[in-house]
């Protein structure tokens, strides 16, 4: 089945941006084909100038791309520790601890649960998680999946919040993202996909305040 048609976008470095649209429409999809994750068969994927498009996911991380899946992005059965070593497979010991200690500095939750089961963190805390490993490999491009999904509103505001944060370590964001609100509030600019296409784009503000989108998008309904 064909799911993209002819997606053309881009994000420039040091940037916040964020894909909205209904469910079912290829956002997921499109993060998963520039992590080369999900077949692509025709177009191209590019990187400061070098086309990625046949790159393997670890040639990725390696070049300073990392992903964050929306579901089963944690390994339950190994301590936040042990999820967090995961990311940094090839790194010396000592770099690798001294990004861990990094990112409980990003995502303090964590750290008292360093040696407990990821099984028993909240939504919240996984996420958290998830967002802590990918961050171990040092990127320079970070892919979100819809990293608020089911959690609650509090850890919504949190996880958007601190994702926003890393903008100050250089990282550029790509987040698609349900809670269309939410993130647009952090970022600079947005996209809306429909139907495997995008059908609008524009800063922001211009999304969030334009009543159009507003009722077709983001739940807003006529006084």
């Not at 099984?119 to 491009?141: E, F, H, K, V």
């Not at 999946?145 to 100050?168: G, V």
């Not at 947005?190 to 077709?216: C, F, Q, R």
Request: hydrophobic share 40%; net charge negative; glycine share 10%.
């Amino acid at each position: 089945m064909k799911i993209l048609n002819g997606v053309d976008l881009h994000v420039e470095k040091g940037e916040f941006v964020t894909i909205i649209g209904p469910n079912g429409c290829g956002k997921s999809t499109f993060i998963k084909v520039l992590f080369g994750i999900a077949t692509h068969y025709t177009g191209t994927v590019m990187h400061e100038g070098t086309n990625v498009s046949a790159w393997r996911t670890d040639r990725l991380v390696k070049r300073g791309i990392a992903y964050v899946p929306q579901v089963e992005n944690v390994f339950h059965t190994l301590t936040v520790h042990e999820n967090l070593q995961m990311g940094g497979i090839g790194l010396g010991v000592g770099v690798l601890e001294e990004r861990i200690e990094r990112t409980f500095e990003m995502f303090p939750d964590l750290k008292p649960r360093v040696h407990d089961l990821a099984a028993s963190l909240s939504g919240g805390q996984r996420q958290m998680l998830a967002l802590s490993r990918a961050l171990i490999s040092d990127p320079q491009l970070l892919l979100l999946d819809e990293p608020t999904a089911a959690l609650s509103p509090l850890y919504q505001e949190q996880i958007i919040e601190r994702i926003d944060a890393l903008r100050q370590h250089g990282i550029t964001v790509l987040i698609v993202e349900q809670n269309a609100r939410l993130s647009l509030a952090r970022s600079d600019r947005g996209y809306i996909m429909s139907g495997g296409e995008i059908v609008h784009t524009g800063t922001a503000d211009d999304l969030l305040n334009d009543p159009d989108i507003g009722k077709y998008f983001l739940g807003i309904k006529d006084d």
